[in-house]
């Protein structure tokens, strides 16, 4: 076992001298030599070990005692620990690609490929909505209804549904995402859902509200229209929206009178309680067939969710 252990260590350590590449190379004939059923070379390993032992009797005669009389099983414990962190370190490198964590979806727990969290960071909601906090364990579509929702084409079977809000920096990172999405995936069904998390956004949920109501084919424009604004254009200002909502095509007339209308306040209120039960935390949160994904993942994330290429 201790020449399995020689090779990794050895490999590693030769990238950067010479020497320790040729301690590689013998240490490599020696795994060929042991995997082939015959035995190691002994000059080898007593080499290897003579030289950690040097080493170890400089600074304690006692630790070098403990480590010549148990070298085999030493060997084997590092050899183990060596399979195992390798083997850690590779799912670690499969979940950060397939969905932007190396601790799994969603996971908040910290990721050395994404030192900072961006791939799973919110724009956090106020915590007062909920009576407990919540975790990305509980968020879930099954006690909510997104039909009164801005939505194409509702009838297909695979189904993204996406809930952000238009200030919020999170949200602008993934919707160019999802659109690509969408784009190589026309046949999806796709639903929006505006969550004002942000201050000076909440009226924005009775622009969409009425706009898709006037007409859902112009809707999906001026969606974009917002997205494509600046966040300080947009903060508390209905004349803005009143301007894009022109440029997409709608009668400013019909527009307000839905706006300003007690029915639609009540219908927003209805749609806003129906994404806190999800159990969101955060925008965005974007659900691809049932799955959440919670914040701005690269786009091969969305794309494995919607196509699964590679599972083990």
Not at 69 to 76: D, T
Not at 182 to 203: E, I, R
Request: hydrophobic residues 40%; aromatic residues 16%.
């Amino acid at each position: 076992m201790f020449c399995f252990l020689a090779l990794i260590v050895f490999a590693i350590m030769g990238i950067f001298s010479a020497s320790n590449r040729e301690l590689a190379k013998e240490a490599l004939a020696c795994v060929f030599t042991r995997v082939t059923f015959r035995p190691c070379r002994t000059n080898f390993k007593d080499k290897t070990k003579a030289m950690l032992l040097g080493k170890l009797v400089t600074r304690s005669a006692v630790v070098a005692k403990f480590v010549n009389k148990n070298f085999e099983l030493l060997s084997w414990a590092f050899f183990i620990l060596s399979v195992v962190s390798t083997i850690w370190v590779a799912k670690g490198v499969y979940d950060y690609y397939l969905y932007g964590n190396c601790n799994g979806l969603n996971s908040s727990g910290f990721c050395v490929f994404d030192p900072k969290g961006l791939n799973s960071s919110v724009s956090s909601l106020n915590e007062k909505c909920y009576v407990k906090p919540p975790t990305e364990a509980n968020v879930t579509l099954k006690n909510s209804n997104f039909s009164s929702f801005p939505v194409k084409n509702p009838q297909a079977k695979k189904k993204i549904i996406f809930i952000g809000c238009y200030l919020c920096d999170y949200t602008r990172a993934a919707y160019p995402q999802i659109k690509q999405l969408l784009k190589q995936n026309p046949d999806v069904s796709f639903t929006f859902a505006h969550f004002p998390v942000k201050a000076g956004s909440s009226y924005l949920s009775n622009y969409d509200y009425c706009t898709y109501k006037e007409d859902p084919k112009k809707f999906w424009n001026f969606n974009d229209l917002l997205f494509s604004s600046s966040k300080a254009d947009l903060y508390d200002n209905p004349s803005y929206a009143d301007k894009e909502a022109v440029k997409a095509g709608y009668n400013l007339d019909q527009l307000h009178a839905c706006i300003n209308s007690a029915a639609t306040k009540t219908a927003v209120e209805a749609q806003q309680n129906e994404i806190i039960k999800t159990g969101i935390y955060g925008t965005p949160t974007i659900f691809i067939d049932g799955t959440p994904y919670i914040g701005p993942k690269p786009y091969r994330v969305y794309e494995h969710g919607l196509k699964p290429w590679f599972l083990f």
